[in-house]
């Protein structure tokens, strides 16, 4: 089952800059070149709740593991927005913190790394723009929010329909100035866990 309140504001106020190679209509296009020029502020919060799934822990070993991951960052506005294919790199400031224990092996791990980029995934088709927070890619430099070293599933590992998404009908031309709000709750089972992720977000693109 899943859950998803998603709240979007969008003020569209300028497109100077040709389109990336890897946009593919007008809105991603639109999208792309505020990226590449902009800078952004605000916060994104995303926390996540799993625990061992009965049906398919056996197979995956993974009977007895739950935990939370929570990881609250706020965006460097110093530093200016990187575009990677279809795929915005945020720069943040911030930590995730991981508490996972294993009843069947009898460990606990506890662990608070530092996270300096977080993802924004955008995909323009027929409906407008499809945008998806805390997207991660290995070579992208890009660090997925719940990743730790503790025995904790991060967000990639519950694959793209587990990423808050935003849904833009339109990008206007011209525009210079994007602000998003993001509410969602979403249940998702993947390699024997079952997960709850909620992620909050306030956001702010500008030229």
Known sequence: MQMHLISVVV??????????????????????ALAAAGRASGTLHFAMRFENDPDTCVQSDTCGVSGTVTARLRLDSRRRLRVRGDLVALPVRGTATARARDL?????CREKVARRSAGLLFVGDAHGLLLRAGAARARSGVEDP????????????????ALPSIRLRTVRP????????????????????TATITTSARLVLKR
Do not use: K, M, W, Y
Request: proline share 5%.
């Open 11 to 32: 003020v569209a106020l300028v497109l100077a800059v040709p389109a990336s190679a890897a946009a593919r209509t007008r809105d991603a296009e639109r999208f792309a």
């Open 104 to 108: 069947v092996a009898g460990r606990q």
């Open 146 to 161: 719940f990743a730790t070293g503790c025995p904790a599933p991060d967000l990639t590992s519950f694959g793209t329909s």
């Open 174 to 193: 011209n525009i210079n100035r994007l602000r998003l709000t993001i509410r969602a709750r979403r249940t998702v089972t993947a390699h024997g866990i």
